[in-house]
């Protein structure tokens, strides 16, 4: 029982000198035994202590002396065993003795093998007492273990839960952004995704940033994204596409990259790098060790949806946008078009319509052939998608023919619009190989007013009659439908 070189303490509570005289005698050097007076019992100071004896002998006579207040503190002494002198007039009530969580009772007079055997006991249930400890600590560190490895796997369960629900790259890493927040203190959470050029050496961006950003910190997002995509790809950047994420709760807060850390994880999808996840979190954030490989499996199960989702949505464009101009086909036009007659019919808003045909486009293949004609297309459809709003839906009809919707805008509005797409197209310079040349179109005009109760297709065969119109009348010029007068009912 020896602390290095320091003997063994121990306490006597008002221990007369034969006592004390026996104690010493009967355990020899190894222990100290310091003996208070009645007077002086130990008090909060030597209690708080941190260096406290292994034992305490106490005869009876101060025990029963002593106010219960001062008994409960020295019962809280979990580590120091009690030992009890009885009184040799007096007997000892057994029950009590437990109740007082006393190890031992010894009776007067002490001898050198009461006192040995009384100090082995203490010893011995110490030793317990310590097992028991030792036990009880591992069981709550394996218990603590289990349930941080049973909130790592809910969270990695939500992750990909929720990430394998969604299809829309946005929506997918709107929801990351809040599932990332059981895991680390995350501010927002946005990312790029890029397509190797035939060169081998540049690439084009598609950035997905979160929305409602004033333009000085859309800018630096932009060039922080830009920047991690040359980095992580090791190729520079030809082109890049901007979009918005999808937050999962709707939120006010926009934070530039100054706000917080910066974490930029690699996306990796059946061995190749095809994107990057950027985190913005709280500027002291400090992960553990246990952390960092739980924030690798989820982004390694984001990478997998995001992998899916960018591909879902090559599939799903090549279903709805024409392949050559990449604007949309007749099929999603015609799905279109019962939208917006929907919500124009429910809301009671302006709808117009565009029909464009480009002028002897036959004589542009003829002459120039049919590469040429193909450029054609795609430089108008270029042209068309610089002009026109996003919400505006644009498709190639067939051959040389366009359709534009045109949501919340009135006959006036289109008719402007119309002229202005026709003077940029007329004053387009096509060339191909060392031959230039412009073309011209003809377009034809259509809307429909709040509270009509005509059919969606109307509006295409009053924009298709324009058209022709415009087309009789010498081509390259706008021609608007005509509006039908009403009916009075007599």
Wanted: with cysteine; aromatic share 8%; hydrophobic share 40%.
């Amino acid at each position: 029982m020896k602390r290095g070189n320091r003997p063994e303490l121990l306490w006597g509570f008002g221990l007369n000198t034969a006592e004390v005289g026996k104690i010493e005698d009967s355990l020899g050097p190894g222990f100290f035994l310091r003996n208070f007076s009645e007077r002086s019992l130990p008090g909060e100071k030597e209690l708080s202590n941190k260096d406290k004896p292994a034992a305490t002998w106490i005869p009876q006579r101060v025990w029963d002396e002593l106010p219960e207040e001062r008994r409960s503190a020295y019962r809280n002494l979990e580590s120091t065993q009690r030992i009890l002198i009885q009184d040799e007039a007096k007997s000892t009530d057994l029950e009590r003795v437990l109740e007082d969580g006393f190890l031992a009772v010894v009776s007067s007079p002490l001898t050198s093998s009461k006192v040995q055997d009384a100090l082995f006991r203490a010893k011995e249930i110490s030793g317990l007492y310590g097992d028991l400890y030792r036990m009880t600590e591992e069981i709550i560190l394996e218990r603590e273990l289990l349930s941080r490895k049973t909130e790592q796997l809910q969270f990695l369960n939500t992750v990909l839960s929720n990430a394998t629900e969604r299809l829309e790259v946005g929506n997918i890493l709107g929801q990351a952004a809040e599932d990332l927040k059981m895991l680390l203190p995350v501010y927002s959470v946005q990312g790029a995704f890029w397509n190797v050029l035939p060169t081998g050496k540049h690439i084009d961006a598609d950035i997905f940033i979160n929305p409602g950003q004033v333009e000085s910190v859309q800018k630096e997002w932009v060039e922080l994204m830009i920047e991690n995509v040359v980095a992580l790809s090791g190729m520079e950047v030809s082109s890049y596409n901007m979009a918005e994420t999808v937050p999962a709760v709707s939120s006010n807060m926009v934070y530039s990259p100054e706000s917080g850390r910066i974490l930029a994880l690699p996306l990796v999808a059946r061995g190749d790098k095809f994107g990057c996840l950027v985190m913005l979190c709280e500027r002291n954030v400090r992960l553990a060790k246990d952390q960092v490989s739980t924030l690798n499996a989820a982004v390694n199960h984001l990478s997998l949806a995001l992998s899916n989702a960018i591909m879902f949505d090559k599939i799903k464009t090549r279903a709805n946008r024409d392949g050559l101009t990449r604007v949309y086909n007749r099929c999603s036009f015609d799905e279109r078009l019962v939208e917006e007659f929907k919500r124009h019919q429910r809301l009671n808003t302006e709808l117009a319509l565009l029909m464009i045909d480009l002028d002897h486009f036959k004589s542009v293949n003829d002459t120039y052939g049919h590469m040429a004609g193909d450029m054609v297309l795609e430089k108008v459809a270029r042209l068309f998608e610089n002009t026109f709003r996003s919400t505006d839906f644009i498709a190639r009809y067939g051959g040389e023919e366009f359709a534009i919707l045109l949501p919340h805008t009135n006959e006036a509005q289109a008719r402007m619009l119309a002229e202005r797409i026709r003077e940029k197209i007329s004053a387009s310079n096509m060339t191909y190989q060392d031959a230039s040349f412009n073309i011209t179109a003809s377009i034809g005009v259509s809307s429909v007013c709040p509270g009509s109760l005509e059919k969606g297709t109307e509006i295409v065969r009053k924009a298709d009659e324009a058209l022709y119109e415009a087309k009789a009348q010498g081509r390259n010029r706008v021609v608007v439908s005509p509006k039908r007068p009403k009916l009075r009912i007599m």
